[in-house]
């Protein structure tokens, strides 16, 4: 179980595209900065293109894991992001 748990973990960075990990970086900026609601901005912008080549991967399990990203998802936010209809473009 551990072993899973391990592979689960450490997926999401792997999957994610260039132009997604290039949001992620700029939301990480703006949360340093106290900007949080513009950081909430550029991720919220990004998930509709944001994409997993693994069907059991259905969201950006990033923005629940980094310590930085994880406080802009409320459960509000995390219920949008899970019913946000994602793009298939890489």
């Known amino acids: 179980m551990t072993e899973a748990l391990g592979e689960i973990g450490d ?53 629940l894991a980094d310590p930085e990203l994880s406080p802009l998802v409320t459960p509000q936010r995390a219920a949008w992001i899970a019913t946000t209809p994602r793009g298939h473009d890489h």
């Open 11 to 63: 997926a999401p960075a792997g999957q994610e595209s260039s132009e997604f990990t290039a949001a992620l970086e700029q939301a990480r900026e703006l949360v340093r900065r106290g900007e949080t609601e513009a950081a909430w901005s550029v991720v919220a912008a990004a998930v509709p293109r944001w994409h997993s080549d693994d069907p059991l991967c259905i969201a950006p399990l990033t923005l």
